[in-house]
């Protein structure tokens, strides 16, 4: 026995080996990291900014009419089938539950205007990613917002629409930071716009038939290149205040830093034996790795979807295999006019391996979450500590997994849980949450 791990032996019940010390410590530094720089988002760290996209992340009259039938009014859904005005960010990122979904039917994906096939992701910490989305279909927070607002099964709504929204109400804010908006009040080069339900009269499943959207494509196509860029531009702006607010989204630390940085009573000794197998035997820590538990790349866990919300599966989703190419195409990306600069984020070409991956998601605050994995179908800890000791799914996803069973005996799974249950933090401060 080493020196180290005898001085560790007096404070623990089960003394880590200074391997294992190490390895514990790369999760979790005595201060947690502030999100990187973002070259993308010059207004990224502007006080400013993040106020006026804290506003905005709540202000659901971004958003059209709801579509699906399963918008009843009840206390699932954001409101019924054919009203504007309902869905915000918040909507679905709830603040209360760590900026995720625990109010839709399920709990396990999101019904806004209609439904959405992939789990609603918390934004905690969502400033430390730089590809975001399950697949990496966005490389930006500031160029995300476009995804929500446009989609009919989200906000239902349109870029112009936005546009015309922070007009009329966010003027006075907006302007001192980002500088004078376009006339989009001048109706001769920026058609007026108001949220209506026409046509929406019979139930919709997926794509909307009839879809009452503020500002569609014909809309948004009579106007001038020079004035469709110029919207681009407001929203990019409602993006990156948006983007500076998310960054301030935070889980923090929990008893697990706190063991680890002196205090030996506040981890139990079946945690302890958990955060050896995760940085050992377990092998959680070779994606799940770094302060907050994610190496932000796209691994193929050999994940078979199955239905959720007793309906929905999304049975061949290729993940990053497509996303990642979305993102290369999308003029909105760091490369792109619209970006402050490039980091070098993107890579080149879509890599190999991409193929049914999905990016690894931070696991600080991950007892919250009421359903796990990018599909939502598992409802319990223990259920995906199961699924990684039996190597995944066996077949039936698409791409090649890179896991591999475990071998753990069941007592093992339970520490596992007990050490992802130290994990959880504080959260934001509570002026941040409304
Ligand atoms: C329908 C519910 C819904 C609404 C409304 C919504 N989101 Fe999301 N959000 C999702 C889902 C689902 C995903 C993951 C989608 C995917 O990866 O394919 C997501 C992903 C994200 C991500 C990426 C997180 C990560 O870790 O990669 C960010 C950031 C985000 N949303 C911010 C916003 C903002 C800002 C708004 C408002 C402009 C918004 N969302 C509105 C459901 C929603
Ligand atoms: C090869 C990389 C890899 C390894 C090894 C790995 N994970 Fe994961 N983990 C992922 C990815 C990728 C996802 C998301 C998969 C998806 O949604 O399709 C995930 C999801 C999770 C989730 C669900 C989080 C959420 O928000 O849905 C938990 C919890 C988790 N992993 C814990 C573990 C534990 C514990 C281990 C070790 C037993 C482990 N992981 C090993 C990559 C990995």
Redesign the pocket.
Known sequence: MSALTLVLACHSEVPFTAEERARLLQLSPSVLPAPPRDASNRFAGDARAAALGQKLFFDAGFSGPLLDGDNDGGATALGVRGEAGKVSCAGCHVPSAGFLDDRSRGKQISLAAGWNLR?T??LLDVGQARLLM?DGRRDSLHSQPFGPIENPNEMNASRLYAAERIFSRYRAEYEPIFGPLPPLDDTSRFPPLEAHSAGCDRPIRGAPACHGKPGDGAEYDSMSAADQDAVTRVVINLGKAIAAYERLLSCGQGRFDAFLHGDSSAMTASEQRGARL?VGK???V???SGPFLSDQQ??N?G?LPRTVAAVFTDANDRGAGLGLAAALADPLNVRGKYSDGDDGRLPDAVPPGAEG?????T?RC?AR?PS????AQLRT?AE??AF??RGGDRAGYAGTS??AP?GLAADEQQD?VAF?LTLEGPGPAAALLR
């Open positions: 789990r992701p918390s399950w995760f377990a092998q959680c070779r994606c799940h796209f691994h866990v994940l991956a999905f990016r690894t998601p696991l991950v979450r796990f994995l990018h599909t800890l995906v500590v990684f000791d890179e896991i475990l596992l992802l």
